[in-house]
């Protein structure tokens, strides 16, 4: 079983910077998970945001955060982050970690566990 709790999650405006932490508990190490971040706005489908390989060496970003978000992992502390640089009103969401077995992965349905989801709220 793997339990993912997002937090970080608030009231921003246009051109703030957020970071999004993740905590992972599993029995199997953590090293052994490829993560992501998706978010959903609403009235809309899970929109893939980034995802991470097992080592944090590598990682790959959606077009609409690519060049102003950064993933990372701590596997010692068993942490993802996704830093939000120039935030826009566009990236409003309730953001969710998942996890996987394979990298990269950019579809919701190849992740196994989630987390319940932070909200970012970004206004003018």
């Known amino acids: 079983q793997v339990q993912l709790v997002e937090s970080g999650g608030g009231f921003v405006h246009t051109g703030d910077s957020l970071r999004l932490p993740c905590a992972c508990s599993s029995e199997r190490p953590f090293g052994k998970f490829a993560m992501g971040w998706f978010r959903q706005a609403a009235g809309k489908e899970r929109e893939f945001v980034s995802t991470?390989?097992?080592?944090?060496?590598?990682?790959e970003y959606g077009d609409s955060v690519k060049g102003r978000f950064i993933m990372a992992r701590d596997n010692n502390q068993k942490m993802v982050y996704l830093q939000m640089n120039n935030i826009l009103p566009e990236d409003t969401a309730v953001y969710y970690c998942?996890?996987?077995?394979?990298?990269?992965?950019?579809?919701?349905?190849?992740?196994?566990?989630w987390g319940q989801g932070t909200q970012v709220t970004v206004a003018d």
């Open positions: 998942a996890a996987t077995v394979s990298y990269p992965k950019f579809s919701a349905a190849d992740y196994a566990y």
């Open positions: 991470i390989i097992w080592s944090g060496g590598n990682t």
